[in-house]
């Protein structure tokens, strides 16, 4: 390697900018950011940099060689991503929502123009989960992958469970320290954790699933009864990103909130940290821990998928085009803690069997076995009730 | 990639049987043990392969287009790995020490050939440290690298605090389950996390560094006395190797006992696990965790450098030839926990300034600071006087 990058880059909010000071401090002699594409080209920056609002002005010009896109919108992200791809020109993203969508056609695109699209920093910012499962643990010992993926809804839940701060007092700092995303349902409903499994599990196990396919709910309907059952139990309440190899080639993928115990290794991943276990057969389990967001932590994971592109690195998806297939199933059971308003509220899960059952003025609630497909099946219905979910394992 | 591995084995140790047992397990279709190299040809070992004591059966060998070293003789080793390159088939080791002496060499020597040398399962078992130092953190933001890199020690060291257990029968229990060097002296000593902590610190910060300049401190004078000390103040003993980049392009390393306070990463990384810590600017501190020692942990780690091998991966040393140069120093200066017997012990030892000192009919200690330079110094010395000492940062 001896180029040099020639960075467009796509966007200067929290994580370009992220990128922009990273870039500064450790004076790279390997890349520069030549221009950078902006919505609203009248915004004061406060820093010096050539800023443009017309794509054409980075697509034209021949002395940039990879392009960075870091902005919010997923779709205006795909046409770019795709439109550098197309022209042959390298790209980095950390759209984890336009791949979540997009991931099936831009892999196929990388490969009919054999240029890369390399986005470690989609998912965990920087932990480097992708380039992990993509290189490390590439063989068919893979197990599970689970973990904490949302720093901000994290940061949330870290104070309510250990300051017993109010939620909306949580989630206004978490944005004033700017780690939530700018439309907070992405984080504290599980959205940004669902699109992160979806990138992971097409690395892990080579299976790419739409987003409506999977079961994703999310903490916003928790209140104080859910924190003292938590309490009572000896457990925090974690949002939670699941993806597990079942029985005979298939795997089970879920977003909830989840009951952990003291003796797991996520009930320690506290504020806005992720953290990761990759869980395989013989090396037992491995864990990864980080910030995984903040935009020099992310502008720093940025910078890591640039120096893979200077030394011509590119996925693989070793799993997508090996010889094991899996598929995507929901015929799964677990046990669930529901905590619920109405008879008709309970009515709606269709319970294998149930284990507890408490009945207060105030406050009801059971436990019990159900089926990620009958949650699948009422998922978008249960938004709107007055009830709040979470998986609550035996151990 | 389309070709098959076929693999000449050098070993049937506790490691070489894990990855036999992982390679069946899997049924890999990429890579197959042709033939297996052991030094007594006798010894019955239960499986159906075919067994040599020759090594001109492996390297006479045509089809053998992988060599995979899994002996515990270090010099053996390295005449082995040298044979491999210089006749250009890739090599997988799992040396440490071999590695620790040999690294310059046989870096300069896969240059010369084009033939890679592959050693991610060398340090810290599964973990991939190795890798993604390489890979991963190779920008200039990495700060320092620390971490309970060998399992055996660690194991003796917990059930040591956690459950009273005498030194004499950690160490045996260790040895029995298979995580002990058939050298135990290796791991107490501190020189099994030594080997690791050199091979990390050439992918880490591109500097090699003799074994034999490094303050190198294990646990095997620990008592009774130490771990009350420990104890009082809240902090566990663990063995640290340390590699941390100081003021101007200088870094320092060392492997010592060291006195962990509650907060750190590294203080719940119990029994036979090892735990790594990242730290960098931006992305703060990386923490990775999982089994560092064990047949079959290993023997999966070495399947990962033997599917690196299969997509033709090999290590770039992009710090060793980047333009940042670091140089090692001993000039720094921490504060110490020193227990010892006679004041000839204790006059040893260059204190700078002592913040502490408890002196009793059967105990003393002293709390001070001491430079790095004096303790190497005396490094031989202390191995043979009664006395203990240990790390003792402030926070």
């Known amino acids: 390697m001896s180029k040099q990058l020639a ?74 991503i795709k439109r550098a791809l197309t022209n042959g020109i390298p790209a980095v993203s950390g759209n984890k929502k ?89 984080d504290i409903d599980g959205y940004d954790s669902l699109f992160k499994l979806i990138i992971i599990t097409v690395h892990a196990f080579g299976c790419y699933v739409e987003p409506e396919r999977i079961f994703t709910y999310g903490i916003s309907s928790m209140n104080d009864a859910d924190i003292r059952f938590a309490n009572e139990k000896g457990r925090r309440i974690k949002l939670v990103a699941h993806v597990e190899k079942i029985a005979d080639g298939k795997i089970m993928m879920s977003v909830m909130p989840q009951l952990i115990s003291r003796e ?41 998928d640039m120096t893979a592109c200077l030394y011509d690195y590119r996925y693989e998806y070793k799993r997508l085009f090996g010889h094991s297939k899996v598929e995507y199933t929901t015929d799964v059971t677990f046990r669930i803690y529901l905590r619920y308003s109405t008879d008709a509220d309970l009515a709606l899960f269709r319970f294998e069997r149930i284990h507890e059952r408490y009945d207060s003025d105030d406050n009801r609630y059971v436990v019990g076995d159900i089926s990620l497909e009958s949650l699948r099946a009422v998922n978008e219905e249960i938004r709107h009730r007055h009830v709040f979910l979470a998986a609550y394992p035996k151990d």
């Not at 915004?43 to 697509?59: L, S, W």
């Not at 380039?131 to 973990?147: A, C, F």
């Not at 990759?278 to 994971?301: C, L």
């Open 264 to 304: 797991k290794y996520i009930y320690s991943v506290e504020d806005e940290f992720n953290g990761v276990v990759i869980k395989g057969e013989f090396y037992d389990k491995q864990f990864m821990f980080g910030r995984g967001a903040g935009g020099h932590p992310t502008g720093s994971a940025v910078l890591s």
């Open 98 to 186: 336009m791949l979540a969508y997009h991931i099936g056609e831009l892999i196929e695109l990388q490969r009919k123009t054999s240029t890369p699209l390399l986005y470690d920093a989609s998912a965990c910012g920087s932990i480097p989960v992708i380039r992990n499962l993509e290189e490390y643990y590439d063989n068919d010992l893979l197990i599970s992958v689970k973990g904490i993926l949302n720093g901000s809804s994290n940061f949330i839940l870290s104070k309510i469970f250990n300051e017993k701060m109010s939620y909306d007092k949580a989630l206004r700092m978490a944005q004033d320290l700017g780690f939530a995303e700018s439309n907070p349902s992405l």
């Open 7 to 80: 960075v467009g880059l796509f966007g200067f909010g929290n994580v370009g900018r992220g990128l922009f000071d990273v870039l500064n401090k450790i004076e790279s002699r390997d890349a520069y950011i030549k221009r950078i594409c902006v919505r609203d080209i009248n915004k004061p920056r406060g820093v010096e940099a050539d800023f443009t609002d017309n794509p054409d002005d980075i697509f034209n010009d021949p002395e940039i060689n990879l392009i960075v896109e870091l902005i919010d919108d997923a779709e205006a992200a795909y046409h770019i």
